[in-house]
């Protein structure tokens, strides 16, 4: 009779651990499938981001900048002419210069 | 009560013995027929019929391996590769309505007889209707619901900078293999590996579980050159103008950073788009600057002067009488433009004048000669790993007749490539050591090998800027707040074994700011005929407007005072004065 007992508690549990395998499993599944989904869709930004970044390059090639600058906002190089170059030593220098006669107007 | 069949039931019925053994018989037969094919699935098809099973539930998954990006030294795309969809059909599967048909070849922008065409090789089982299409049409011809017709996703390289850094970079094929340039030479670090996965899905397809990593997908590696995009853009538009301005057959510019051998810039004329596969022809396809030869002229003068003086035979104060402009080797005749009368090693390479040039060069031994252009790289490939770099002319100096000296040393019958010329004059902007040339970006300090003492360096370094001086070859070399220093080249072009008397090949190459050398540029334009073909006319001009930007967007601080320098402007002192 009390091996009938422990035979049956034995069942019980061996049911138990069967619904608990079926529920992990699923449980597994189903996460799985969250995964792959996440898998997707990095792979996905991963292909946005390269767009983006083929975009952006395009966008700063220098002809198209050089393009725009050009004719649009009707820019210019300046000429060597118009170009002044200031070497932050005699600058430094001349701007004494310059306050000295500053003073004595 | 008992029920009329008990009643039957009562009755015994004799059987014959025979009969319940037989039956048992049979029974244990068909156990036994039973236990042995079992043991036959189980046993001997245990193998395949799992396999059969696993057929219905497991899936072998490709991972897709991205091809690596080029980038400049800064970080700037020269290529990338962009996912592109292609439509396949399965003949055998493909049911297709008129209407759907219409609206196939106007998304596809295809003949719909051609489509039809397609479909109908009733023996094929694949066959592509278009190769990478955008994937928002594929979107749209998938919307189309059209049974029998698929989609693969395939990688399409883009290239933004186009033309400009073409020849540098190359191009790809439709199955993603490098066919040309950088994309051939770096071909097995850019490619990536596919992976593949086995995993089990259900029955709506869905992957539910991972079961084991076949092979893991290997990503293509980036490679990060050592172009600076910004001064390729430049070099590339100066030398497009010069060679339409002069109607020039063809060009080449190279740009060198003067302490690493790193290549800035390279770039030719005429060029081909990437982007559009119909542009590319064999002539556009080549890189000239690295697999044509040429022979250069003046622009080598300076390496037997320099050898010369590194021998102790002159001083840069040595003088040479070359009147009256010509002078007999054997039985040729070696020619100046004009009477230049005395002059000192110095004022040769600054006038670049042919007879001066021979005279020192037949007093060295062949030997000597041969072995300064030996070790300044000449006759040999540079070693960039581009394919197809060419080794250019340099013949056994045992077997050189006086002549072949002496025109030697003013760049005839020596052919070399521009890059070599280029690398060459790193011997000047190093203190005499040679720089390996790279296309790749370099992180460490580079190995050189030392060819000429950093006196004699310096000393042909004064040189060479003399020839950019009033009094020089190339005043139009000079670039405004910089010292410049470089050599032109104006040779006659070899055809047919004979020099042509009215084509030329004008090069200049040079370095600036002489101070601290920073860059190196080396131009060459063939056959310009648009009236002037003088390298310091043709080729100075491109070599000052592209080392005058390079300069600037490197930052490069001024060696020297700009012709215009003013301090401060007028408008400035008024609001000081205020």
């Known amino acids: ?105 | 009560m008992l029920s009329p069949i008990n009643q039957h039931a009562t009755v015994q019925i004799k059987m014959p013995a025979g009969r319940a053994r037989m039956v048992l018989a049979l029974l244990i037969l068909g156990l036994i027929g039973l236990l042995m094919r079992a043991a036959y699935l189980q046993g001997l098809q245990n193998d395949f019929l799992q396999q059969k099973g696993e057929a219905r539930y497991s899936r072998i998954v490709e991972m897709s391996a991205d091809r690596g990006m080029i980038t400049d030294r800064n970080g700037e795309i020269l290529a990338i590769s962009s996912p592109v969809a292609s439509v396949y059909a399965d003949p055998q599967a493909i049911t297709i309505t008129p209407a759907q048909l219409k609206e196939l070849s106007e998304l596809l922008a295809m003949d719909e007889a051609e489509i039809e065409r397609r479909i109908n090789r009733e023996q094929s089982r694949f066959v592509y209707l278009k190769r990478q299409i955008v994937p928002e049409i594929a979107e749209r011809i998938h919307a189309l619901r059209i049974p029998g017709i698929a989609f693969e996703t395939e990688f399409k390289r883009y290239y933004p900078e186009g033309e400009g850094a073409a020849h540098v970079v190359g191009f790809t094929d439709i199955n993603d293999q490098g066919q040309e340039g950088v994309e051939r030479g770096w071909n097995a670090v850019l490619a990536g590996e596919m992976g593949s996965r086995r995993v089990l899905k259900d029955n709506k397809g869905r992957i539910i579980e991972d079961v084991e990593n076949i092979r893991a997908p290997k990503p293509g590696q980036d490679v990060i050159l050592s172009l600076d995009r910004r001064i390729q853009h430049i070099a590339h538009r100066e030398l497009k103008k010069a060679v339409a301005v002069h109607k020039a057959k063809a060009g080449s510019i190279v740009a060198l950073d003067a302490q690493t051998g790193e290549v800035l810039a390279l770039t030719n004329f005429p060029v081909y788009n990437p982007n559009s596969r119909s542009s590319i022809n064999s002539e556009r396809i080549r890189n000239r600057a690295l697999i044509d030869t040429f022979e250069p002229g003046s622009t080598l003068k300076p390496f037997p002067v320099a050898v010369a003086i590194e021998a102790g035979h002159v001083n840069p104060n040595t003088r040479f009488q070359t009147s009256p402009g010509t002078f007999k080797v054997g039985r040729s005749v070696i020619r100046d433009v004009r009477d230049k009368g005395v002059l000192s090693v110095a004022e040769v390479i600054q006038v670049s004048s042919n007879v001066g040039m021979v005279k020192i060069a037949l007093s060295l031994p062949p030997q000597t000669l041969w072995e300064i252009y030996s070790n300044t790289g000449f006759g040999l490939p540079v070693g960039t790993g581009y394919p197809g770099e060419a080794n250019g002319l340099l013949r056994p100096y045992n077997r050189w007749r006086p002549v072949e000296q002496a025109t030697m040393s003013f760049g005839h019958g020596i052919s070399v490539s521009l890059m070599q010329l280029a690398r060459a004059y790193t011997i000047f902007t190093t203190g005499g050591e040679l720089k390996p040339v790279t296309l790749e970006k370099q992180e460490f300090p580079v190995m050189a090998q030392r060819v000429i003492s950093s006196k004699t360096a310096l000393a042909v370094g004064r040189m060479l800027e003399m020839a950019t001086q009033a009094a020089g070859t190339a005043p139009l070399a000079r670039v405004n707040g910089y010292r410049v220093a470089g050599k032109t080249g104006t040779a006659h072009k070899l055809v047919d074994g004979k020099y042509a008397k009215d084509r030329y090949i004008s090069s200049f190459v040079g370095y600036a700011p002489v101070s601290n050398p920073r860059v190196i540029i080396a131009v060459m334009l063939d056959e310009p005929s648009a009236g002037k073909y003088f390298g310091g006319e043709v080729a100075a001009p491109v070599f000052s407007r592209v080392m005058a930007e390079a300069l600037r967007i490197l930052n490069v601080p001024h060696d020297a005072s700009a012709t215009d320098m003013v301090w401060f402007p007028a408008a400035l002192t008024e609001d000081q004065k205020g």
């Open chain 1, 1 to 105: 009779m009390i091996l009938f007992r422990f035979n049956l508690i034995l069942i019980a549990l061996l049911v138990i651990c069967a619904l608990g395998v079926v529920t992990i499993q699923h449980e597994a599944r189903k996460l799985n499938m969250a995964w792959e989904n996440e898998r997707k869709t990095a792979r996905k930004l991963q292909i946005e981001w390269g767009k983006l970044q083929l975009e952006q390059s395009t966008l700063i090639a220098r002809r198209q900048i050089e393009y725009a600058a050009r004719e649009q906002l009707n820019m210019e190089i300046p000429s060597a002419n118009s170009v002044q170059i200031i070497s932050a030593k005699k600058a430094d220098e001349s701007r004494w210069v310059v306050l000295d006669n500053a003073k004595s107007y």
